[in-house]
């Protein structure tokens, strides 16, 4: 039987949405604009693939760095290193506390 190790391996329940927000997000999640240096969570909508970061990273909250394109850049912490991240505005919200 041939192994199955790919990107979205075991994110059955993780990247399921519940049934009142299933479809495609609104048109104000798409064109949203963000500063840098503001914090923002990184929430993965599954019903969007393009500029969809691993899953690995869903949940996590990082800090604006820049744009390419589209896509925001932005810098997570994983463990000890910093990582930088591509991922478009439908896949952030941004943070209301600091």
Do not use: C
Not at 13 to 34: A, D, S, W
Not at 40 to 61: A, E, I, M, N, Y
């Amino acid at each position: 039987m041939a192994k199955h190790n790919g990107i979205k391996k075991r994110t059955r329940y993780k990247l399921q949405k519940t049934l009142r927000t299933r479809g495609m997000p609104n048109v104000t999640k798409v064109i949203q604009n963000f500063d840098e240096g503001q914090k923002v969570h990184l929430v993965l909508d599954s019903s969007v693939q393009k500029g969809q970061p691993h899953p690995r990273f869903h949940g996590k909250t990082g800090t604006i760095v820049g744009k390419r394109g589209r896509a925001w850049l932005l810098e997570i912490k994983d463990g000890n290193a910093t990582k930088t991240v591509i991922a478009r505005p439908q896949h952030l919200t941004a943070q209301k506390y600091n």
